[in-house]
């Protein structure tokens, strides 16, 4: 059973338009929620997390929509640059668990 | 650099070979991950290393062989591979807890023909 799902597998979007990738989880004793961004050749790299205790968070042109009663959370890239174009996993975790679970990675295309 | 280092980046072997690839992390990070990225699929948690002890295997066919010899070094071992295990293979470390994160190496890409 896939403890996140992610949507959609992949995005293409006009340079300066939103880009927003979505992702629902089932356990909710996960505390913890990142986003990682991953370029070809590349490991994934942390680009933003949120705790539960807040419905969003803001960093840059990067926001995490937060939604604890309907288990979602969800990526906004506002004014989305080909820079962009990228693999992007969201994860759930908990301390008690040790290790992430990531969701399945949305493959964003930004035309310039 | 991510201050997470493997090597070596590109693997070629055959089904008969033995080889290592090896993750290196100066982060003082107290816990290290095996991943496996295959075309298409999530991230595979392969194993889990905290203070140099494995606290996870998960499911992993016993052709693939973790050693975890400090907190700053891991390793796989690999030997009679199969083509389907043809993939990128991410190191990660964290600081002990999942909540800061994860720290990920650029990863190996193994080819098995």
């Known amino acids: 059973q896939q403890q996140v799902k992610q949507s959609p597998q992949s995005l293409i979007v006009q340079k300066g338009g939103i880009s927003i990738i979505n992702c629902a989880y089932e356990?909710?004793?996960?505390?913890?929620f990142p986003w990682y961004q991953q370029f070809p050749g590349k490991g994934p790299a942390l680009l933003i997390a949120i705790r539960p205790d807040v419905s969003e968070k803001k960093e840059g042109r990067f926001t995490i929509s937060f939604n604890k009663s309907a288990k979602q959370f969800s990526l906004h890239i506002m004014d989305s640059q080909p820079g962009d174009s990228a693999t992007y996993f969201c994860a759930a975790s908990s301390n008690n668990f040790n290790k992430f679970y990531f969701g399945s990675g949305t493959k964003l295309n930004v035309k310039p | 650099e991510t201050g997470v280092t493997q090597t070596p980046r590109h693997l070629v072997m055959g089904m008969t070979n033995k080889k290592s690839l090896k993750c290196e992390q100066h982060l003082g990070h107290n816990a290290m991950y095996w991943y496996k990225q295959s075309a298409k699929k999530p991230l595979e948690l392969m194993f889990v290393?905290?203070?140099?002890?494995?606290?996870e295997n998960n499911s992993v066919p016993s052709r693939f062989s973790p050693e975890c010899p400090n907190s700053s070094h891991l390793f796989l071992h690999l030997h009679t591979l199969q083509p389907e295990d043809s993939a990128l293979y991410l190191c990660?470390?964290?600081?002990?807890?999942?909540?800061?994160?994860?720290?990920f190496g650029s990863g190996t890409r193994l080819t098995v023909v």
């Open positions: 356990n909710t004793a996960f505390d913890y």
């Open positions: 290393y905290n203070f140099k002890e494995q606290t």
């Open positions: 990660a470390s964290s600081p002990g807890g999942v909540n800061y994160g994860y720290t």
